[in-house]
């Protein structure tokens, strides 16, 4: 019932740039706190970047903040990430997520609080 999409991923060079995009169905888009997660091979999931279900501000993981940046569009029940500077350490699968009413802090702390995942999106990162 409920979806979440990743698209954007790809193969690109140090410094390069991608957008990723989440599309969401079946929820209400408004009422979720959603957040873009990262694993790399042999490693656990890794908070990246998270909007509040109600707006403000965004949270960014030390290793990401300055170069990625978090946005959302509710007419199109679409969350983004824009990733600039990247670097080889950024290569992963990127998964979108989304909770209930969260809070980013909740987000960051601990990814298994989060109520619905995308199946991901490869980025892969050269040097």
């Known amino acids: 019932q409920v979806q979440l999409v990743e698209s954007g991923g790809g193969s690109v060079q140090a410094g390069g740039s991608l957008r990723l995009s989440c599309e969401a169905s079946g929820l209400t888009f408004s009422s979720y706190g959603m957040g873009w997660f990262r694993q790399a091979p042999g490693k656990e999931r890794e908070f990246v970047a998270a909007l509040s279900w109600r707006g403000g501000s965004p949270y960014y993981n030390d290793s990401v903040k300055g170069r990625f940046t978090i946005s959302r569009d509710i007419a199109k029940n679409t969350v983004y990430l824009q990733m600039n500077s990247l670097k080889p350490e950024d290569t992963a699968v990127y998964y979108c997520?989304?909770?209930?009413?969260?809070?980013?802090?909740?987000?960051?702390?601990?990814?298994?609080?989060?109520?619905?995942w995308g199946k991901g999106t490869l980025v892969t990162v050269s040097s």
């Open positions: 997520a989304a909770s209930w009413r969260t809070t980013v802090k909740a987000m960051a702390e601990n990814y298994r609080g989060m109520d619905y």
